[in-house]
């Protein structure tokens, strides 16, 4: 048996945050419904925009070691239902989706 798993410390990713498009095409990658769970319609804002419609997650100090979760935020405009993607996983497939669509796949 190896090594136990760490958990994350202080861990934000780094890099470039997705395009709206790249969401979108991520979105349809994964068979996702565009329909808001709560309400049914299909219309959300990146409130965050500015910043990449990048949140993150952070639990207080006093309850262990530092974490934080980087996720897309995204809020319904009619029912205000808040949406959330680990940004992490979405970074990882759009380079996937994209690395396929430049390989003609
Ligand atoms: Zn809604």
Request: glycine share 6%; hydrophobic share 35%.
């Given at each position: 048996?190896g090594?136990?798993?760490?958990l994350?410390?202080?861990?934000?990713?780094?890099?470039k945050?997705?395009?709206?498009?790249?969401?979108?095409a991520?979105?349809?990658g994964?068979?996702?419904?565009?329909?808001?769970?709560?309400c049914?319609?299909?219309?959300?804002?990146?409130p965050?925009?500015?910043?990449?419609?990048?949140?993150?997650l952070?639990?207080?100090p006093?309850?262990?070691?530092?974490?934080?979760?980087?996720?897309?935020?995204m809020i319904c405009?009619?029912?205000?239902f808040?949406?959330?993607?680990a940004?992490?996983?979405i970074?990882?497939?759009?380079?996937i989706?994209?690395e396929?669509?430049?390989?003609g796949?």
């Open positions: 048996m090594e136990e798993a760490k994350p410390t202080n861990e934000i990713p780094a890099g945050d997705a395009t709206i498009d790249e969401m979108v991520f979105f349809r994964v068979g996702a419904k565009d329909e808001c769970p709560i049914k319609t299909d219309e959300w804002t990146f965050n925009r500015d910043y990449g419609g990048v949140v993150y952070q639990n207080p006093s309850t262990g070691p530092m974490m934080a979760v980087a996720a897309y935020l405009n009619n029912c205000n808040i949406r959330l993607h940004k992490k996983v970074d990882k497939k759009i380079k989706i994209s396929k669509v430049a390989d796949k």
